[in-house]
């Protein structure tokens, strides 16, 4: 008699054993003359002994929750409240924000790069050259001076430049620039509009290519690129390159149209500090076309190679 409580409550709590005994009952003693439900049993019973059996649903998804329609139209708005203003001064929340944002690209920012400023040994007369822009503004609008030059000890300044440029980044590797320059120079000056494009190129080559209109009429495009490759963390190697084209001779400035320029420096560098760098090197021009002949019809070589011994710094 013990045991028959201890078997009940092992078939209540085992639904696949009650199952498995259902599936095992005879039904053949069953009558089924009368139909179920109408109360009558082949033991004479009084009610249906299938009435605790439910039949099966008929939607397959039955007992499970429906998923949310996917919403259409425009996204709700973004949303206006903080979190932590419910716990803290909303005011010095918002300054707090405002602090982030601001050093996470809204700051202004400033920089002075002397990229070149160099003596030059050459046979006949050794000269110096200079190279180096400073900028202000922010990761996106910029304003930019650049200039660069070249002339020999004892004489004039042979070639200056200076330009005023608007930038702006296009994307994360290039700048849009836009503005004007003007030339210093002892025959005569010339002022230009400027447009063009620089930035890192696949591979970290840093290219540069502007577009020159004076108000002469005359047309030049410059090309430049670089690269630094690094031997060590402080000790750099860099080959540079400028290619000028000029669309028409300028016999008054001594530019000849086609490839009138070309320039090959090869720079190694030792890095004391980052913003802080002595450099030797080789720079190697020429001049070709007509360009060589104006140069030769004024007494000079349209060549020149020289040893270099300069300094690279930033601020």
Known sequence: ??????????????????????????????SHDNPP????????????????????????HA?????????????????????????????????????MIRESGGMTWSKL???????????????????GEAWIGGDINRLAVK??????????????????????????????EAGVRHDFRPGPQ??????????????????????????????????EGSYDQRITQRLILQPAAEVNIAAQNVPELGIGSGF???????RLRYEIAREFAPYAGVHWERKLGDSADYARAAGDRPWHTSLVVGLRAWF
Request: zero cysteines; aromatic letters at 8%; proline letters at 7%.
């Open 63 to 99: 007992g499970h929750k429906a998923s949310a329609p996917i919403p259409v139209g425009d996204p709700p708005p973004i949303p206006t409240d903080h979190a932590a203003d419910a716990f803290h001064d909303p005011a010095a929340m918002a300054r707090a924000r405002a602090a």
């Open 37 to 60: 439900g109408d109360g009558a049993t082949a033991n004479g019973g009084g009610a249906d002994d299938h009435a605790g059996h439910r039949a099966p649903s008929a939607d397959p």
């Open 147 to 176: 200039s660069e030059g070249e002339g020999a000890f004892g004489g004039q300044v042979e070639r200056a430049e200076a330009q005023a440029l608007y930038r702006r980044a296009i994307d994360p590797w290039f700048n849009l």
């Open 113 to 131: 790069m002397l990229d070149r400023l160099e003596y030059r040994a050459v046979k006949g007369a050794d000269g110096y050259a200079w190279e």
């Open 190 to 223: 010339r002022s230009y509009a400027v447009i063009g494009i620089d930035g890192l190129a696949p591979y970290w080559f840093e290219v540069g290519v502007s577009a020159f209109l004076s108000e002469k009429g005359d047309a030049h495009l410059r090309l």
């Open 1 to 30: 008699m013990r045991l028959f409580p201890l078997a009940m409550l092992a078939l209540t709590a085992s639904p696949a054993v009650a199952q498995q005994g259902h599936d095992a009952m005879d039904h053949s003693a069953m």
């Open 260 to 266: 009138s320029e070309i320039e090959l420096g090869l």
